[in-house]
């Protein structure tokens, strides 16, 4: 019987990468181990998709040697997290004892600009780092994957609000460029990996949207999507970090966005590659294609309009 391929966080919340990889290695016929924290709806629904669920914690030793024993192949990711290096090595330490042949991880594009003196910000930034460091050193037959930006990340949680309700996109990234990607064709590029890991063993590949632009540019992208005119409007940093503090978002995911904010302010966020197009065969959606995709969170119904 084949080896199940293990998916951590299959449930997650992270654009949902983990239960896109799950869904689609299922469609191709391959046996999938689904992890979840947590048995409830969304564990449910992958195992009616015909996974085999396991419940875990990345953190816990006994659970990762249930959950990774018999699996050769494996995609390990956690959302942001001030436990994430943790989780990353534990993850590791069981995966090398059971002899795993393939290891994707699910890294961050700012990582490409980090060394041994050089970080930022973001404690999470340096923990992905720090992480794909022990990784190597590992000795573990590993691909890292370094998105960009998520669409679902920063534009789909963070500017519906501001767009129904003034037209505006409301974002600390000043003049910087970005290339923002979606979960979609993420989980696109991860399923291949795991569906063929072999040719890409040792290999680093930056996933990033077809562009790299302004959000002058995606402003207009909006526009064009919505069929209303949409504008850009920066703002400082320090006051929308305060604000997301408010709302009761995590510190550790605040300071996180935060750096990310400045980043993007500096022009860091400005890369571009072909390696989604390349792996995948299909080019990555644009910020037009994906916000048309998801108008509703941007649009203010008729009926709220005359309420």
């Known amino acids: 019987m084949e080896n199940p391929i293990l998916v951590t966080g299959a449930a997650g919340r992270v654009g949902a990468v983990g239960r896109t990889v799950t869904e689609l290695l299922l469609t191709q016929g391959k046996a999938v181990r689904a992890m979840v924290r947590n048995e409830d709806e969304r564990a449910q629904a992958l195992r009616d998709m015909g996974a085999e669920v396991v419940v875990g914690n990345l953190l816990d030793l006994d659970s990762m040697h249930r959950v990774i024993a018999g699996c050769e192949t494996m995609y390990f990711s956690?959302?942001?997290s001030d436990a994430y290096l943790a989780a990353t090595v534990n993850a590791a330490a069981v995966a090398k004892h059971h002899g795993v042949k393939a290891f994707i991880n699910m890294s961050q594009m700012t990582v490409s600009q980090m060394s041994i003196t050089e970080t930022t910000p973001s404690p999470q930034h340096k923990m992905h780092w720090l992480a794909e460091q022990a990784l190597n050193w590992s000795g573990l037959p590993v691909v890292h994957v370094r998105p960009t930006v998520f669409l679902e990340g920063f534009f789909l949680t963070l500017t519906p609000d501001s767009v129904r309700e003034s037209d505006q996109i409301r974002l600390p990234f000043g003049e910087g460029k970005t290339s923002p990607v979606a979960a979609e064709d993420v989980a696109r590029v991860i399923t291949t990996l795991l569906a063929n890991p072999q040719p890409h063993i040792g290999k680093v590949y930056h996933l990033t949207g077809p562009k790299s632009e302004n959000m002058q540019f995606f402003a207009q992208e909006y526009s064009k999507a919505l069929?209303?005119?949409?504008?850009?409007?920066?703002?400082?940093?320090?006051?929308?970090?305060?604000?997301?503090?408010?709302?009761?978002?995590?510190?550790?995911?605040?300071?996180?966005?935060?750096?990310?904010?400045?980043l993007h302010r500096a022009g860091r966020f400005d890369r571009l590659s072909d390696d989604v197009l390349t792996l995948t065969g299909q080019r990555p959606l644009s910020v037009q294609e994906f916000v048309r995709k998801n108008a509703a969170p941007f649009t203010t119904s008729v009926k709220a309009k005359e309420a």
């Open 78 to 80: 956690m959302s942001i």
């Open 227 to 262: 069929g209303r005119t949409i504008t850009f409007q920066d703002i400082p940093v320090e006051p929308w970090r305060d604000e997301l503090l408010k709302r009761g978002w995590p510190v550790h995911v605040v300071n996180h966005l935060a750096a990310m904010g400045d």
